[in-house]
């Protein structure tokens, strides 16, 4: 059992901690017991996430109640429905427009962007510039990224890894994005993750590889981003060849991300 760390906000556990890939997440309730989270980040990244928390100041994501060093205390999801079973269980469309939904309000105009956005060719350097082989799908991945980076359109702070399980059901609150990646860049990049996802959640799901659900949600997106088609399925190409790499970079399997760049290749 890991103990709750010490932190100057005299947090009260309320629950078991939760592991997660890049840290530690404990259920805490405040001094007057109001129920919180607190996130122990173990990446590097991680804690620069509060920049755009804090300047979102809970439109569309949720709230940052303090950040401290690698901690940072925000407000807590209720148990409930989750767009990953929403995904699963048949009811994509829903989840796909809840997404929608949440960066219409995260791309909303707002003054003052915070200071440290990281621009997108740096967030695509490890596919501008890869250090595996690429094979000929990613080659096609990789010239999509270099002219959609050297014409950016509409370019705003972005959260950058918004997909099922991180967007999660604040009770009235609705539906509120968590983890941002604080980048900056072209806002259509911001809706292709969604289409690897639920699949890249977990193991065994098999939801945004079907031919028919892809293609119904380039539609769908497309219109409730207000998107164009041609210039929605470049940004899903180009996104998911990055995350290709990355995969690839560490050893592991990218099927996931191999498939959804040659679906969107094939309606180019």
């Keep these: 059992m890991h103990?709750?760390?010490a932190t100057k906000w005299q947090l009260h556990r309320d629950g078991d901690v939760i592991e997660t890939p890049r840290g530690r997440l404990w259920p805490v309730r405040l001094p007057d017991g109001t129920p919180a989270m607190l996130k122990m980040s173990t990446h590097a990244e991680e804690p620069n996430g509060h920049?755009?928390?804090?300047?979102?100041?809970?439109?569309?994501?949720?709230?940052?109640?303090?950040?401290?060093?690698?901690?940072?205390?925000?407000?807590?999801?209720?148990?409930?429905?989750?767009?990953?079973?929403?995904?699963?269980?048949?009811?994509?469309?829903?989840?796909?427009?809840?997404l929608c939904a949440v960066l219409e309000k995260l791309h909303r105009p707002r003054a003052d962007p915070p200071d440290g956005l990281l621009p997108l060719h740096e967030w695509f350097r490890e596919l501008l510039a890869p250090t595996v082989t690429l094979s000929p799908l990613l080659e096609q991945c990789r010239s999509l990224a270099e002219g959609l980076l050297a014409d950016q359109r509409e370019q705003r702070p972005?959260?950058?890894?918004?997909?099922?399980?991180?967007?999660?059901?604040?009770?009235?609150?609705?539906?509120?994005?968590?983890d941002p990646k604080r980048l900056q860049g072209d806002r259509a990049f911001d809706y292709t993750t969604l289409f690897t996802n639920p699949d890249l959640c977990g193991p065994g799901i098999h939801v945004a590889v079907r031919e028919d659900l892809f293609e119904?949600?380039?539609?769908?997106?497309?219109?409730?981003?207000?998107?164009d088609r041609t210039r929605l399925l470049r940004w899903i190409a180009a996104s998911a060849g990055l995350s290709a790499v990355w995969f690839l970079g560490d050893g592991d399997p990218a099927q996931v991300d191999l498939a959804v760049a040659r679906m969107a290749l094939e309606r180019l």
């Design 51 to 98: 920049l755009l928390l804090d300047w979102w100041d809970g439109d569309g994501a949720a709230r940052a109640l303090g950040h401290e060093g690698d901690a940072l205390l925000m407000e807590r999801a209720v148990p409930g429905d989750s767009l990953r079973a929403m995904s699963i269980e048949g009811r994509d469309m829903e989840a796909t427009a809840v």
């Design 216 to 227: 119904r949600r380039v539609h769908q997106v497309s219109t409730l981003g207000g998107l």
């Design 3 to 5: 103990e709750l760390p």
């Design 158 to 178: 972005l959260h950058g890894d918004l997909h099922h399980d991180n967007v999660l059901a604040f009770g009235a609150r609705g539906w509120l994005a968590i």
